[in-house]
């Protein structure tokens, strides 16, 4: 990270000032530098050539000072509210045999005291020798425990690992290091690592959102789960966004159109479904518990009934709708905004008449109802759906669905079918191909042309595909559907026509294509990832969040024979409680107690933020609200 005119550099621990020395001479006159040591002046004038470094800086108008204590920085006098853009401590220790503990506290103090005098945008420079950082950059590689655990101590400061380089000392002329074990002696600068630091957005508490909606005299209020709350009206696939599955999304109906006529239908579709049993118009394989039913106020008591796929007695306060994008839904005005309550409404019951839409397919019968609707044009719509999922880096609670429907008469256009179908995957193929030629990597750069990396998977009821894309993609997204594709006769219009029905996971498709290693990343709110993969270019994303500490908990219960939690609920209140810091939940053991019938499960939980700091401590106190939520939410017996 290079330095720009008027920056403000402080350097901590120095030994003889041969380093501030070399960056003053290597650096522009209009960058300041100050360059502090622990010792004092008279101490430190006894390493060799301390005394002409300490000229040299003060004679091209570089500052010293002296007796500075890099975990308290604040309390010199001369650096008391200044803010710097770049700290640098090179080779850091404690002095004498100090073991990885003390350092650790060293780095963790040093860090909590540059978080006082860093701007926001500016950076934090350490460099450590080898090993000693315990990052996957070391080689080799220290185990974790007897490493300094430098990335771990820096986030409990808010601090991100960005950057990690090889430390060449030939670079800095004159330089010299010494305090090795706090003598006069040099450390050992071959394979040494300079890290640098970066601050990360905070990690804030999920706050409860609420949904006003107004019709005419009618009022209603419906409460954002607090995993969805962020994710609710980013406009990421609004026109003119860079996002990147709004660019996947323009780039898939453009290879679309290139064989078949498309036209682009608007989202202005409730946020709210209308859910019954056996409905058709939902997805088949969104299964109820993965439905995020609303919590409502002063809402109707009537439960749903259904009879022949015909629905009745619908509550006052359920006709309302929560259009994503435009605030009107037919002729009837919406006046729908979010609330931060400081103190929660009546939230407590749950209206099963009502979740937040799981797919765009249940609103196909509006789309073929349309009255500019035509056999033989693929319409096209995205949005943001919902869904109740299991915690991993490749299943995502919401995401951008782009759904494709074209009917087709079966006499008249027998080969529609074959057409559709060849054109999603040929898209879906180009695109993949694509990615790859614009990587850096020349061995994966030549691309084999009459490779087909999608594939369609017939499922068992026939007339119905799962989109996977094989061989070109990392190992945890080979089973990953990417979409579905589905053909079935269209009841609306008579049985005339046929209809061929895709859907695609735009955020799924964006991680294979991009390289994203984790969903989380989607919806950041760090300006980095979009400034990284703004423009129409894929290429390849580097993470901005450098060998993220993991920390593993286990969280075990015991559950009665009657009083099971569902998985997938228990699932949600831990992305819920952890703000979205567990990358990874999985059960390692499931048992039944014969006697009581009781059964017990045990979950391992693994901790990584992939865009924001997570210390150590802050993952205990979330695995500590966790125990006591869930004891809350669930009739549960912790063990």
């Known amino acids: 990270m290079s330095m720009k005119p008027g920056d403000c550099v402080l350097l901590v621990g120095e030994g003889n000032f041969s380093f501030s020395a070399s960056l003053c001479d290597r650096v522009s006159r209009d960058i300041h530098v100050v360059a502090t040591c622990y010792e004092s002046e008279e101490t430190i004038t006894k390493h060799e050539h301390a005394a002409n470094n300490i000229n040299c800086l ?33 080779f850091p220790h404690c002095g004498r045999k100090a073991g990885v503990k003390k350092n650790r506290e060293l780095l963790a103090k040093f860090f909590r005291s540059c978080a006082e005098v860093v701007t926001a945008t500016g950076d934090v420079q350490v460099t450590l020798c080898r090993g000693q950082g315990g990052t996957g950059a070391d080689q080799p590689t220290r185990c974790w425990h007897d490493s300094w655990q430098i990335v ?27 305090g090795y074990r706090s003598q006069d002696k040099s450390f050992r600068v071959d394979g040494a690592l300079t890290h640098v630091f970066t601050r990360s957005l905070p990690i804030d508490k999920m706050k409860p959102f609420t949904t006003e909606t107004m019709i005419g005299n009618e009022h209603c209020s419906f409460r954002i789960p607090e995993e969805l709350a962020d994710k609710i009206n980013r406009n990421f696939l609004q026109e003119g966004s860079n ?117 765009l397919t249940g609103y196909l019968d509006k789309v073929l109802q349309r009255p500019d609707f035509r056999a033989g044009v693929i319409y096209t719509l995205s949005g943001t759906v919902f869904r109740k999922r299991p915690i991993t880096p490749q299943t995502m609670p919401a995401f951008h669905e782009m759904v494709l429907v074209g009917a087709f008469n079966d006499k008249r256009q027998p080969d529609f079918p074959q057409l559709f179908m060849s054109s999603v995957e040929n898209a879906i193929t180009f695109l993949v191909k ?73 955020d799924l498709l964006s991680m294979v294509l991009y390289h994203i290693p984790d969903w989380r990343l989607l919806w ?44 997938l609920e228990v699932h949600a209140v831990v992305r819920r409680v ?51 939520e869930l004891q809350k939410a669930f009739q549960i017996t912790l063990r």
């Open 578 to 628: 952890s703000r979205e810091t567990v990358r990874r939940m999985t059960l390692i053991d499931s048992f039944c107690q014969p006697h009581t019938e009781r059964r017990s499960r045990c979950y391992r939980l693994t901790y990584q933020s992939c865009d924001r700091a997570l210390s150590y401590g802050q993952a205990l106190q979330m695995q500590l609200d966790l125990r006591e």
């Open 524 to 567: 950041t709110f760090d300006e980095r990832f979009l400034n990284q993969l703004g423009g129409s270019e894929m290429k390849p994303f580097r993470d901005f969040s450098l060998y993220p500490p993991v920390y593993t908990h286990d969280l075990s219960f015991w559950a009665g024979s009657d009083e099971r939690p569902d998985e």
């Open 434 to 506: 694509s990615t790859l030629r614009s990587s850096s990597s020349s061995e994966i750069s030549q691309v084999d042309q009459n490779l087909h990396p999608t594939v369609l998977m017939e499922q068992s009821s026939g007339k119905c595909w799962n989109i996977y894309i094989k061989d070109m993609v990392p190992p945890d997204f080979i089973n990953n559907a990417v979409g579905k594709l589905d053909l079935f006769p269209c009841q609306q219009m008579g049985g005339e026509l046929s209809v061929c029905v895709a859907s695609i996971n735009l």
């Open 243 to 359: 996002h990147p599955v709004n660019v996947i999304k323009d780039l898939l109906k453009k290879r679309i159109a290139v064989n078949v006529a498309v036209q682009e239908l608007e989202d202005q579709f409730p946020l709210l479904f209308e859910y019954c049993p056996g409905d058709p118009r939902m997805d088949s394989e969104v299964r109820q518990p993965e439905l995020y039913f609303v919590t409502r106020s002063n809402c109707g008591a009537d439960q749903c009934r259904c009879r022949d796929g015909h629905y009745f007695s619908r509550p006052p306060c359920c006709e309302c709708s929560v259009p994503m994008s435009n605030l009107s839904q037919g002729d009837k005005n919406v006046d729908c905004k979010l609330l931060n309550w400081a103190e929660d409404p009546d939230l407590s019951k749950v209206c099963c008449r009502y979740c937040f839409r799981p797919s």
């Open 58 to 90: 003060l004679e091209k108008g570089a500052e010293a000072h002296f007796l500075v204590d890099c975990t308290n920085i604040q309390e010199c006098p001369s650096l008391r509210s200044r803010l710097f853009d770049r700290v640098i401590f090179n």
């Open 152 to 178: 771990a101590q820096a986030a409990g400061a808010g601090f991100i690992l960005s950057e990690v380089n090889a430390f060449d000392a030939t670079c800095h002329g004159g330089y010299t290091s010494t």
